[in-house]
């Protein structure tokens, strides 16, 4: 074999190589939007269907008027919404002054706290259920979303500052001393200058939070009692009913679960990664 | 001002600058002394720190030596201290000790198939062409995106009995070839979610694919970091791929391996919402992992929440213990200074 034919033939392996990747993983995805799309004919069937002939957007609209748990679909995304945003906005204001604490100053019990943080991103968030649950109800905060809340700002935020303080790190300290020394007060140097230059850090630690409120299933089932304050992931739970699982209206509901944290996905999927693995790769 | 500030930055009187700045910050209204500054910052974080996470695994701690009866849970009365009673009571339990099982074992089967198909799929990504592993990515992206609660939703759909996807095609299998691997030849309505074995079966197929492109991305990120000189000497050198692999590659990412295998063990000895949508809720005890039987012990009636909390401090000291050597590396490496 000529080089030149060995170096295409190995071309052809990676590719289709790269194509079965991509398959297996996007195929389980499609088949969700695909189903959520079928009329009811060909979701049950054991034939294979591999797109959706009878197009209908009979399950979408029935989740969104009809629902599930005696609500609309619209209520438990809405809930979803109130305690991802409202983690992300208490969140993020925390492990920023935090984040900037570790990273711009040298104080006693510094490594202490960069130590501390560590250690309890290993502690296993199932575990803390039951003394939470107990806690929440304790404060008055049960089956309320600012209960969540509460809960996630705690669940998120360790990570949140190890991530943020790397970005705070890499921004060079000669700008906020140049904006001293031409007077500024600590405050203004801190939104004027390092604000900015964090943002995109920042951006992406809130839609790590986001997702992670947003995904979460176990708090929300005990916090929330009546259904109109389920969260998506309980919501669903519901459509696993006795009449026999309406597959079209669980797929179209997953379907609209899912969407919102893709595009986030695809839309930080360069910082996610090195933030997860900040520190482990010296650059 | 300017001058005496001047004036004192110069000054060879070490108490004095500092002093000065003192008064500089008061002056432009922060009125907070230099060494205060970063304890304020960290105020919120180490209050919601040590309120929501430290204490309450004291409280789980001192809990599993409690009776938490239903008044407790009211708030009308105090917990019951029953020392070791819900250790012993546990570790006579069957359901304990098929949970402890799967856990580990799920554990140690997920994390290393997801690490072996992610470092593998990291390598192939960083030999294809920048537009093909673009397309790759966001294949892989889609994948790892997909919430917990969706992904157990679709694998339950995909293995669904009746109109499963997975009994399908395992009937286009030529018969002989499903009877000699499988041990069948006909899978329809194989009711793959009945029995702890199966759910496992899809368990780890569910979280592998969910969990793989992050380690596939990391990988790739890694690789990009080594120098292509390193590459091109191997292979002047005539080493084949899988040394060039073993004495450059591997060594390198040393660092970026030993966190992914600490995140990949912390996510997958407690997978709990894959596995609540695939079981259909806390039902069959069999196929119970840890995390699922804390729950259903402390929630499902008659709540005992004390032994949930035993439940809950094992699977943590498991946890703490397994990722301690790596913690310990990690600090190490960090540069905290």
């Keep these: ?283 | 001002m300017t001058d005496t500030s001047t004036l004192a930055r110069g000054g060879a009187n070490t108490s004095a600058p500092r002093r000065r700045r003192g008064s500089r910050n008061h002056a432009r209204g922060s009125g907070l002394p230099d060494w205060a500054v970063p304890y304020v910052l960290l105020v919120p974080g180490i209050v919601v720190i040590a309120g929501l996470l430290l204490w309450p695994m004291i409280q789980v701690f001192v809990m599993s030596f409690q009776s938490i009866s239903l008044r407790v849970i009211r708030g009308v009365a105090d917990p019951e201290w029953v020392g070791l009673d819900n250790y012993t009571k546990l570790f006579e339990n069957d359901v304990f000790w098929s949970s402890l099982r799967n856990t580990v074992v799920f554990a140690a089967v997920t994390v290393s198939l997801t690490l072996v198909v992610g470092t593998a799929v990291g390598v192939l990504l960083n030999r294809l062409s920048k537009g093909m592993s673009t397309f790759v990515i966001i294949g892989i992206m889609c994948a790892w995106a997909v919430p917990p609660v969706a992904q157990g939703t679709i694998w339950r759909w995909l293995f669904d009995a009746e109109a499963g996807i997975i009994n399908w095609a395992l009937n286009l299998l030529p018969d002989w070839l499903s009877t000699l691997v499988l041990g069948r030849a006909d899978w329809t309505g194989e009711p793959w979610l009945n029995d702890a074995w199966s759910v496992y079966v899809v368990l780890v197929l569910t979280v592998v694919w969910a969990s793989f492109p992050f380690i596939a991305v990391s990988v790739l990120a890694g690789l990009k970091g080594i120098p292509a000189e390193l590459y091109e000497a191997a292979r002047v050198d005539g080493s084949s791929p899988w040394r060039t692999f073993r004495k450059i590659t591997f060594p390198l990412l040393k660092p970026v391996f030993a966190v992914l295998t600490i995140l990949s063990i912390i996510w997958d000895f407690k997978v709990f919402s894959q596995l609540y949508v695939l079981l259909n809720g806390p039902t069959n005890r069999e196929a119970f992992n840890l995390s699922l039987f804390s729950f259903a012990e402390a929630f499902k009636a008659p709540p005992k929440m004390g032994t949930g909390a035993a439940i809950a401090v094992v699977l943590t000291l498991i946890l703490l213990l397994v990722t301690a050597v790596y913690t310990r590396q990690m600090v190490k490496q960090e540069d905290l200074a």
């Excluded at chain 1, 104080?107 to 202490?112: E, H, I, L, N, V």
């Excluded at chain 1, 299933?217 to 389920?230: Q, R, S, W």
């Design chain 1, 1 to 283: 074999m000529t080089p030149l034919a060995r170096k295409r033939l190995t071309r052809i392996a990676l590719n289709t190589a790269g194509s079965l990747v991509f398959l297996f993983a996007i195929f389980p995805v499609y088949w969700m939007v695909a189903t959520s799309f079928k009329a009811n004919d060909q979701i049950f069937t054991t034939s294979f269907i591999p797109f959706p002939t009878h197009f209908t957007f009979e399950h979408l609209f029935g989740v969104l008027t009809e629902g599930v748990a005696g609500n609309s679909i619209w209520v438990y995304m809405r809930n979803s919404a109130v305690v991802a945003v409202g983690t992300v906005l208490v969140g993020s204001l925390f492990a920023l002054l935090a984040a900037t604490a570790v990273a711009r100053f040298r104080f006693k019990g510094r490594t202490s706290f960069l130590i501390t943080l560590l250690i309890v991103q290993m502690i296993p968030t199932e575990a803390l259920l039951i003394p939470l649950f107990l806690n929440v109800r304790r404060l008055g905060l049960y089956d309320q979303l600012l209960g969540l809340i509460v809960i996630q700002v705690g669940l998120t935020l360790p990570f949140g500052i190890w991530m943020l303080r790397t970005f705070v790190a890499a921004v060079p300290k000669t700008l906020e001393e140049a904006a001293w020394i031409d007077g500024a007060s600590r405050f203004t140097t801190f939104w004027k200058v390092l604000f900015p230059l964090v943002a995109p850090g920042l951006v992406a630690t809130s839609i790590f939070s986001f997702i992670t409120a947003w995904n979460d299933l176990i708090f929300a089932l005990v916090l929330m009692k009546d259904t109109a304050g389920y969260t998506m992931p309980v919501a669903l739970q519901f459509f696993f009913g006795q009449r026999g699982t309406d597959w079209g209206a669980i797929m179209a509901t997953s379907t609209l679960m899912t969407l919102p944290v893709i595009a986030f996905f695809l839309l930080v999927q360069r910082r996610m990664v090195s933030g997860l693995v900040a520190g482990a790769v010296k650059g």
